[in-house]
């Protein structure tokens, strides 16, 4: 059921599939993880990689795949990032707001109250600084490729 008029606009032309609207003319998704890879490793290697993803509560296939993802450039961004970015966009909300009020009090009375504006534009400043932060700590893909990359050239050469 979608709509080829190409004057409606982008949301018109969405179907509802498993839960999710898409774009029936966009690019498929990529398909789930469905490649398998061997890899010979030393029981001390072993015992070593179990180790440490059992501290992290995580199984060998997700902990390869992160590590595979990671050299690809992948974007993986780990829940501690996402609840700072929710909380920045939380406080942000809230800077919008404050400043839509000055504005509308301003436009009411003839009369804005600066000090209240300017210490708002500084708050607003500080957030867009902490959001600018970590969305380059997730989206810097060139470092993460580097770092992927560089570690496996350290790998090449032991």
């Known amino acids: 059921m979608t709509n080829d008029d190409p004057k409606a606009p982008a949301w018109k032309n969405r179907e509802m599939k498993g839960g999710d609207w898409v774009d029936p ?3 498929k998704p990529a398909r789930r ?30 902990a390869l795949r ?7 450039g992948f974007v993986e961004a780990d829940p501690a990032q996402i609840e700072v970015l929710r909380d920045i ?18 436009n009411r009375t003839r ?9 708002e534009r500084a708050e607003l400043a ?11 700590t997730i989206l810097d893909l060139a470092a993460r490729r ?3 990359l560089a ?4 790998a090449s050469a032991d």
């Open 126 to 136: 500080r957030e867009l600084a902490r959001v600018h932060s970590q969305t380059q």
């Open 111 to 119: 009369d804005p109250d600066y000090k209240a504006f300017m210490e």
């Open 151 to 154: 570690r496996l050239q350290q």
């Open 25 to 27: 003319s966009a690019e």
């Open 146 to 148: 580097e770092d992927g």
């Open 89 to 106: 966009t939380r406080q942000l909300i809230g800077v919008a707001r404050n400043i839509n009020q000055i504005a509308k009090s301003a």
């Open 66 to 72: 992160i590590a595979v993802r990671r050299i690809g």
């Open 33 to 62: 993880a469905d490649k398998v890879v061997t890899v010979r490793v030393t029981e001390a290697e072993l015992a070593e990689f179990d180790t440490q993803i059992a501290q992290l509560g995580i199984k060998r296939s997700r």
